[in-house]
């Protein structure tokens, strides 16, 4: 059973700007912290960004400032606005279930998707 679909990612300059969407099932959007996790090429994911079900926000040194999190509980999505993109911000991003703050290590309790490829030239 699919649970985590992202979307919107694409191919963008620096400076530029993104907007992810995960669409999730309702159970889980419900009962978890949420959060962006994006995963470089060879590297291991990171959790970028997280959302408690209050709303409450909480990003990564790396990204504070220029992401934004967000989410629709009646659509049952999570958003990542994303702005003045960097060439490091490159990679596939998902979203998963996540700890509040944001903290390393983090592992999502859901089975993953298939992410959204972002990639930022200089």
């Known amino acids: 059973q699919v649970q985590l679909v992202e979307s919107g990612g694409g191919l963008v300059q620096a400076g530029g700007s993104l907007r992810l969407s995960c669409s999730a099932s309702r159970i889980i959007l419900s009962l978890n912290n949420m959060g962006w996790y994006r995963q470089a090429l060879g590297k291991e994911r990171e959790l970028v960004a997280s959302i408690t079900t209050g709303g409450r926000t909480d990003y990564a040194e790396s990204v504070k400032g220029r992401f934004t999190i967000s989410k629709d509980d009646a659509r049952s999505l999570v958003y990542l606005q994303m702005n003045s993109l960097k060439p490091e911000d490159t990679g596939v991003y998902y979203c998963?279930?996540?700890?509040?703050?944001?903290?390393?290590?983090?592992?999502?309790?859901?089975?993953w998707g298939q992410g959204t490829q972002v990639t930022v030239s200089s």
């Open positions: 998963n279930t996540a700890t509040f703050p944001v903290r390393p290590g983090s592992r999502g309790l859901a089975s």
